[in-house]
């Protein structure tokens, strides 16, 4: 059965830092592309970044550009978001997604969220 476990989330301060961890299995990990998505309070759900099953950066918002990090590790099925300097604009629920677009088949899995707060 396939899962995506997000883990990680907690309050911290602005300037502080946290890494997300999701831990994926029922799938082949390396062909699949995972996402970090975010969704603040009472907005709609965004891209963060992604990466390619080889490691390939597909996407980096402008707005954390510079400051988070994503990164996976596919000999232990994670991938991994590093989030520095955060600000309360972070704050959000955090879902990891892996996604693989294909002309036979396509498949789109999601995490159950981890919330982020940046607060004083």
């Known amino acids: 059965q396939v899962q995506l476990l997000e883990s990680g989330g907690d309050l911290v301060q602005p300037g502080g830092s946290l890494t997300l961890s999701c831990a994926a299995s029922?799938?082949?990990?390396?062909?699949?592309?995972m996402n970090w998505y975010r969704q603040p309070p009472g907005k709609g759900r965004e891209l963060v970044a992604g990466i390619a099953g080889t490691g390939r950066i597909t996407h980096i918002s402008n707005a954390v550009q510079g400051r988070f990090i994503i990164y996976r590790d596919n000999t232990k099925n994670t991938a991994y978001l590093q989030m520095n300097s955060l600000e309360p604009e972070d704050t959000a629920v955090y879902y990891c997604?892996?996604?693989?677009?294909?002309?036979?088949?396509?498949?789109?899995?999601w995490g159950q969220g981890t919330q982020v707060t940046v607060s004083s």
């Open positions: 997604n892996a996604r693989r677009l294909h002309n036979i088949e396509d498949y789109d899995y």
């Open positions: 029922g799938f082949t990990f390396s062909d699949f592309t």
